[in-house]
C-alpha cells in the first residue's frame, strides 16, 4: 500500500520484484527541482543524493513532449531506477511532490509500482486574506510550500479590505501609510498593521511562479473598501471621514459608483496590479456590497438614470462590468465572487468568471451561467472556506463534496479553498484551520471524480500527519476535524454567535445617522 494524497489517478505495485533502496550512492538527474527532493531527503532519510547528468542516474526526471497531460507524470520504479517522465517542468515539479511522500512513507525502500497522475481541475486554488490579518512575506512563502506539496496551483491573494489596505500602490501613497493600520482588533486593544512593498510582491509572485503557482491579486470593489476610503474620503458616497474598520462585519461605507474619481482610482490601482502580478488575471471582489448609500446618493442616482438602470443592482453590474472593460483593455481577464449582485445578471458581462461561494446557488442560476459561457470556480463556504471551525465544516464534509458545480466536470473550472482572516489573527490558528481539511481539498481538486472517500482519507490519515509533522505543521488532530455530535453543536452556537459581533449595533447606529444626515439629499 502506497498512500498519497491527493490521490492519484492510477497506482500499480508488483510485489514479485524487489524495487529500489534509496540510499547515499542515489543519483538523480539535473534538474531544478531536483534539488527539492534532494533536501527532503537529507532531511527525512539523511541520505545524500547525488545529482548527475552522465547516464548512471537511478532517479531520472525527463520531459517528452508528447505526454498527454500539462500537468501529468508518470513515475516508474524497478530494481535499479526510478523514472519520471512528464509534458514538462510542471508535471516534474508534481511528480516530486509524490515521491516526497513515497520517501517518507517507505523509509526509502520503494518497491517497484508505476503510477500514472493528472489534475481533475484545471484552477486549483488556495486564497489567503491578507486583509484583516497581515501575514509575513516568510509566513506566506512557508504557506506556499504547502499549497504546491498538495498540487494547487493559484495563490488567490486577498490584498484590499475594510480592516486594512496590503499593497503599495505609488501613486496613492496614503493607501499603505494609513490604510494599512487598524487602531484595534475584535481580539485585542493592540493596533494592528502592516503592508507589502512592491519589491515583497515581486518576491511572493517570483516565488510562486517557481512553485508553479499563479498569482490572482484582489481588489475588491465596490465593497470592502472602508480601508480606502479612511485615505481617500472622495471615493464613498457623501465624503465621509471614517478610520481603517477595527472590527469584523459587512461594511455599509462602499465605494460610489457615481463618480466619476471612482472609477479614475480604480483604474490606477489596477495598472500598478497589472504590472505586478504577470498571470493577467484579477479578481475584482465584487462581493458584499450593500446598497444603502448608493439608494440614498445623488450621484449613485443620477449614474442609474443616465445609464438607463433599473435599480442599484444593475448599478453594480454596471460597475464590474466597466472594470472588467478596462481589464480587458489591458489584455487581463477577471473573477468575481459569483451570485452576489442579487437580481438578475443579465448586464453582467459574461467575461467575469464567478468563484461560487453561497451554498444556496441554485441549479437553475448555475446552469444560466454556464450557458452564457461563463466560468465558474468551486467555493462554495458548505465545504470550502477554510476559516469555518471544524464543528462547522468537519473534515468528512469536505470529503463528501464532490467538487464538481454540476452533473459533468466539465462545467467545473476549478475549486479554491477560501482562508478568510476574520477570526484568523497568526499562522498557527490558520495551519489549525487549515490541515487536514487542505487535504481532503485537494483530493477534491486533484483526484478522479468518486476515488477519494472519507474512509480512504482516514485509512491514509497516518501517513498525512507523518508528512504534515516533516514541515512541523500546527495541524488539527483527527478528533478535533472530525468532531463529536455535542462538539459540533457548541461549536456552531459560538459561530452563529460571532455574526452579533460582525454585524453589530456600532453598523445599525452609523446607518441610522447616514439615513439622517443625507435625507433631504436624495434626488427625486
Ligand atoms: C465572501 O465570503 N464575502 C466572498
Ligand atoms: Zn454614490
Not at 505526454?67 to 531506477?81: A, K
Not at 517570483?206 to 480601508?227: L, R, S, T
Request: proline share 3%.
Amino acid at each position: 500500500m502506497i498512500n498519497i494524497i491527493p490521490q492519484p489517478v492510477k497506482i500499480n505495485i508488483n510485489h514479485e520484484k524487489k524495487g529500489y533502496t534509496i540510499n547515499s550512492n542515489s543519483k538523480i538527474s539535473q534538474h531544478y527541482v531536483a534539488e527539492e527532493l534532494i533536501m527532503f531527503v537529507k532531511n527525512t532519510l539523511k541520505k545524500d543524493i547525488l545529482i548527475c547528468n552522465d547516464g548512471t542516474e537511478n532517479i531520472i526526471l525527463k520531459t517528452d513532449s508528447s505526454f498527454l497531460y500539462d500537468e501529468g507524470y508518470t513515475i516508474v520504479c524497478s530494481d535499479d531506477t526510478i523514472i519520471v517522465t512528464a509534458k514538462n517542468d510542471i508535471g516534474i515539479f508534481y511528480a516530486v511532490q509524490t515521491l516526497k511522500q513515497i520517501f517518507l512513507q517507505l523509509d526509502g525502500i520503494i518497491p517497484c509500482f508505476e503510477i500514472e497522475d493528472y489534475p481533475r481541475f484545471d484552477y486549483r486554488g488556495y486564497l489567503l486574506d491578507c486583509g484583516r490579518y497581515f501575514f509575513t512575506v516568510d509566513e506566506i512563502i512557508r504557506i506556499v510550500d504547502f499549497i504546491a506539496l498538495h498540487k494547487f496551483n493559484v495563490l488567490h491573494w486577498h490584498l484590499t479590505e475594510d480592516q486594512g489596505w496590503r499593497i503599495e500602490i505609488k501613486k496613492y501613497p496614503l493607501l499603505t501609510e494609513k490604510g494599512s493600520k487598524r487602531s484595534h482588533t475584535n481580539f485585542n486593544h493592540k493596533p494592528h498593521g502592516g503592508y507589502y512593498t512592491q519589491e515583497d510582491i515581486k518576491e511572493i509572485v517570483a516565488y510562486c511562479h517557481a512553485h508553479k503557482i499563479k498569482v490572482i491579486p484582489e481588489f475588491d470593489v465596490p465593497g470592502h473598501n472602508v480601508a480606502s476610503i479612511a485615505c481617500y474620503p472622495y471615493l464613498s458616497c457623501f465624503n465621509r471621514n471614517l478610520e481603517v474598520a477595527t472590527h469584523w462585519g459587512v461594511k455599509r461605507d462602499i465605494l460610489c459608483a457615481g463618480k466619476e474619481s471612482t472609477y479614475k482610482f480604480v483604474y490606477d490601482v489596477l495598472d500598478e496590479l497589472i504590472e505586478l502580478f504577470p498571470d493577467k488575471i484579477i479578481h475584482i471582489g465584487g462581493d458584499e456590497a450593500f446598497k444603502e448609500r448608493w439608494k440614498i446618493c445623488p450621484e449613485c442616482q443620477k449614474a442609474i438614470k443616465e445609464n438607463n438602470l433599473s435599480c442599484e443592482d444593475e448599478l453594480q453590474m454596471f460597475f464590474m462590468s466597466k472594470v472588467n472593460d478596462y481589464l480587458k483593455s489591458k489584455g487581463c481577464s477577471s473573477i468575481m465572487w459569483g451570485n452576489d449582485t442579487d437580481g438578475d445578471t443579465d448586464t453582467l458581462s459574461t467575461d467575469i468568471a464567478w468563484t461560487v461561494y453561497k451554498p444556496n446557488c441554485t441549479e437553475e442560476s448555475i446552469n444560466k451561467e454556464l450557458e452564457r459561457g461563463r466560468k465558474l470556480i468551486n467555493t462554495r463556504n458548505s465545504a470550502y472556506y477554510l476559516d469555518f471551525p471544524y464543528g462547522w465544516t468537519s473534515l468528512k464534509q469536505v470529503c463528501d463534496d464532490n467538487g464538481a458545480l454540476t452533473e459533468t466536470d466539465d462545467d467545473t473550472w476549478g475549486i479554491e479553498a477560501c482562508m478568510w482572516t476574520e477570526y484568523v489573527p497568526n499562522i498557527k490558528k490558520l495551519e489549525f484551520l487549515t490541515f487536514p481539511r487542505l487535504g481532503a481539498i485537494s483530493e477534491n481538486a486533484w483526484s478522479p471524480n468518486g476515488t477519494a472517500t472519507f474512509q480512504n482519507f482516514i485509512d491514509k490519515a497516518d501517513s498525512y500527519y507523518k508528512l504534515l509533522d516533516v514541515y512541523n505543521i500546527n495541524y488539527a488532530p483527527l478528533k478535533k476535524a472530525c468532531p463529536s455530535f455535542i462538539y459540533k453543536h457548541a461549536s456552531s452556537v459560538w459561530f452563529k454567535r460571532r455574526v452579533f459581533h460582525w454585524e453589530g449595533i456600532h453598523t445599525f447606529f452609523d446607518n441610522k445617522k447616514v439615513e439622517r444626515m443625507t435625507k433631504n439629499t436624495v434626488t427625486d
